[in-house]
């Protein structure tokens, strides 16, 4: 069989699960849908703390239509060759097409590996390393303060009871040099507390690929069982033991932060409960650290009542959560498309994978940045509720780009860090 789409073609029936060729006649191309893919040049990977979940080469897109997404993916891994997953990233707004598809080879092992020694990733020379980067906010700082300001008006004279919304900014990278993806994400899994995950985007042109490093659990489910551990409420860590526990106490003992976290927990509760027995979460949220970062977090379980509902359908029930949109949900995303200025695209969106059975993983697709060729985009947000600081929530997306850019090797002027320059 030989799928095109775009500028390449694949053979699915080639022992190599990466080759591709150049492209077919272009009316071939037109035919195409424009879900299709062509061999992705990063794998898929996601490496978390229960599973390292590597998923190379591309069977099948799961196509646009009009069935919901969950029915499309069950209708895709009921026949075929192959491994009986998809794998794939759904984006933050619903306009825009998640991408889902079929890997053709799949490894799975139980714990964390190293992805440095376990998975031979494509390594580029040092010397092919970027020397020079430009960072350009997009939008600025001052503009994103000015956004959270009239993000708090826009609340205050609600009459839909609005009462938060997460307003992000991004950073616009250019580098002189192609930048490493596989080497970004080597650096970004050496913290252990967070799932860093590779997903190749579709791409008419140069690959790209959503390369990140998240601590937020959207939806597990195996068999009957369902997870969630949704964050909210944040502070940058310090680098002195008793600052950092500081920092820690101040945010748990935050009334703004709790009620902030609250939202998404109680969002996530509403979702799960009719379709859940046994649905479980502690009244008080909990501390909860990445490298860089304090959070809050809470641990929700749950069983569901049949078996019908996948971790896909689970995805797309809870997302977008408060944590990333704000509540009531469609209102807080009329204030973001208003007030943001900039596309999301994938980030605050969520990536995973879903088998036949129905079981699967997705996570909160944050501390992410999307690169193509020299060229990447950091986004990162936070929650804006009743009692925010606009100039306090613009440090708190400067606090959540550092695991991106210390991983990069610069700051968010673009300047290498001591570290790199040594
Ligand atoms: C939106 C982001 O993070 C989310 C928002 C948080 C907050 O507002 O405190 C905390 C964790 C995440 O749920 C991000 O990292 O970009």
């Not at 990233?89 to 020694?117: I, M, N, T």
């Not at 376990?118 to 700082?141: D, G, I, K, M, N």
Request: one cysteine or more.
């Amino acid at each position: 069989m030989t799928v095109s789409h775009g500028a390449m073609r694949w053979r699915a029936g080639a022992a190599r699960t990466d080759s591709f060729e150049a492209a077919p006649a272009p009316g071939r191309v037109a035919d195409a849908a424009p879900s299709l893919s062509p061999a992705p040049a990063m794998p898929f990977v996601l490496a978390s703390t229960g599973e390292t979940l590597v998923a190379r080469g591309w069977l099948e897109s799961v196509a646009e239509g009009l069935e919901p997404p969950g029915a499309r993916v069950r209708r895709l891994l009921a026949g075929g060759e192959g491994p009986r997953l998809v794998v794939g990233a759904l984006p933050f707004a619903a306009q825009v097409p998640a991408h889902l598809y079929r890997p053709a080879e799949l490894s799975r092992r139980p714990g964390r590996s190293d992805l440095a020694s376990s998975f031979p990733l494509p390594r580029r020379a040092e010397s092919a390393r970027p020397a020079r980067w430009q960072v350009t906010p997009e939008p600025t700082l001052a503009a994103y303060e000015a956004a959270v300001a009239a993000a708090l008006v826009r609340m205050a004279q609600s009459q839909e009871g609005l009462r938060k919304i997460v307003l992000s900014r991004s950073l616009k990278i250019l580098a002189d040099r192609p930048i490493d993806a596989a080497a970004l994400l080597r650096a970004l899994a050496r913290d252990v507390s967070v799932a860093a995950f590779c997903v190749p985007l579709p791409s008419a042109g140069a690959p790209r690929v959503l390369v990140g490093a998240t601590p937020e659990l959207l939806v597990s489910k195996r068999g009957r069982d369902v997870t969630s551990h949704p964050l909210a409420g944040s502070s940058r860590r310090a680098r002195a033991a008793a600052a950092d526990r500081a920092a820690a106490q101040a945010l748990l003992g935050s009334e703004k932060d709790r009620r902030e976290h609250r939202e998404v927990v109680e969002a996530i509760l509403d979702q799960l409960a009719p379709h859940c027995t046994d649905l479980a979460a502690p009244g008080e949220p909990e501390l909860t650290s990445t490298a860089s970062m304090w959070h809050l977090g809470t641990p929700i379980a749950g069983r569901l009542r049949d078996d019908t509902l996948s971790a896909l359908d689970l995805a797309l029930l809870l997302h977008p959560t408060p944590a990333v949109c704000g509540t009531p949900r469609a209102a807080a995303a009329r204030a973001i498309a208003e007030l943001e200025g900039y596309e999301r695209g994938f980030y605050a969106g969520a990536v995973g994978w879903c088998e036949a059975s129905g079981d699967g993983d997705w996570h909160v697709a944050i501390r992410c940045a999307e690169l193509s060729g020299c060229e990447a985009r950091l986004s990162a947000g936070a929650g804006i509720v009743a009692g925010s600081d606009p100039a306090a929530e613009g440090e708190e997306t400067s606090a959540k780009f550092a695991a991106l850019l210390t991983a990069l090797g610069i700051d968010e002027k673009g300047a290498p860090l001591m570290e790199e320059r040594a």
